[in-house]
C-alpha cells in the first residue's frame, strides 16, 4: 500500500480490514486482540473477585476507542497524565476521566475548567491530583472563572497526591497532606475526592516479594495519612493508585478502592521480566511491531524496526520465538534498524523478506510513535486484520 498525503493514514490501512495478516507492511504495530481481550477480561474478573474499581490508565494505549472498550468490560474510567489526553478522550466519547497528575500553567488550567464544566454538562465527569498549595491555588482561580463565564456553579474533584517512594510527584505522607486537604475545602469550586498514592518504581522490582515489602511500606504511609485526615473530621472517599505490577499489593491493602493499571492491556517486555506474583492475573503479550528481514549475512540479518518503531528507554525489544529454532536476539542498529543474531544453537540467521514480530521494551512510548494500531483476530501466523484503532491521543502531550 502507498503512503499518499491526501488520505489520512488510518483510511488507507483501513484497507487491510478483512485481509490476512501478511498484508501488513512493515514496520507496523499490531495489537493481537484475542490476547488484549483475555487481559481485558482478566483484569475485569481480578477487579471483581476483589471488589475493587478499576480505572485503566489510558496513557498506555493513548486511544479512546481502547478506553471505552474498557469501560465496557468493567472500568469506571479512565486516568490520563496529560490535560491534551483528557481532551482526545473526552472527544472520543469517554465520560468518566482522571488527570492523574499536577497541572500548574494557567492557561492549562483554564482548559482543565473548561474540559470540566463540559463533561459536566454531558452528565460526566473530570478529576484531577494536586500536590500543592499554589497548584490548589490556581486550579480555584481557573474553576472561578469558568463559573463565572458559564453561570453554572460546578465543582471539580480534587485527589491529593502523596509521594509513597517513588520520589516523583506528591507531598509527604501525614501532615503535608492535611494541610492540603484543608487547602482545597477552602475553595468551593473544588472537592476533596481522596488521596492519590502511585509507587511507579515497584512495578519494576523483579522479584513478587520485592513489590510486596514496597507496597506494604505505602499502605502504611495511606493508613496513617488518610487517619489524620480523618481525624480532622474530613472522611477521605477513595485512596487510587497501582500500576499492573503492583495491583495484588494494593487490592489486597483493604485501603485502596480503586486500582489505575495501564500496561496490563498490552504488556511489554520490561513486565515480563517481572517474576509474576502466583495472585495476580496472567497477563500476555498482545502488542507487536512486526517488522521484515531487509539485509542478510553469514553472522546476522537487519530488520526495518529501529527505535522509530519502538522505544527502548527500558530496553530493547525482545523477537517473539515460537519455538528453538527461531530464538533471535535484538540489537540496536539505529532508528530505522534493528540486528538480529541466532539466540539459540539451532538458530540460523534469517532470510530476506522474513517477517519477524518484536515485543517493544515499553509499551506506553512505542504507542505514542504511532498514528494507528493494527488489530488483528486469530493470531499472528494465520489470523486476519479485524480493526484499525486510532492513537486518538498521540502527541497529545501539553
Ligand atoms: C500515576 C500512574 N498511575 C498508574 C500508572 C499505570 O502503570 P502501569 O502502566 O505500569 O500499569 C502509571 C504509569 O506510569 C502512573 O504514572
Redesign the pocket.
Known sequence: MSHTTKTPLSEQLKQLVGHPVSAIDTPALVVDLDAMQRNLVRMAEFCKKHDIRWRA?A??HKSSALAKLQVQAGAVGV?V?KTAEAEAMAAGGVHDIYI??EVIAPAKLARVAALAHKMAADNGKLAIAVDSAEGVTRLAQAMNERRAADGVPMSIDVFVEIDVGQGRCGVAPGRAAVDLVHEIRKHPALRFAGLQA?H?KA?HARSAKERRDLIAVVVQDVVFTRKLIEAEGVPVELVT?A???SIVCEAASGVYGEL?????LFMDADYAANERDPAAPAFEHALFVKTQVVSSSVQHAVCDAGHKSHAIDSGLPKVHAQDDEHMLEYFNGGDEHGILRPAGPNTRVPALGQMLWLIPGHC?PTVNLHDCLIGVKGGLANGKVERIIRVDARGALT
Open positions: 490508565h496513557k498506555m486516568c497524565q492523574s497528575n502511585y511507579g512495578q493508585g500500576g499492573t505490577g489505575q493499571a495501564g500496561s496490563f506506553d
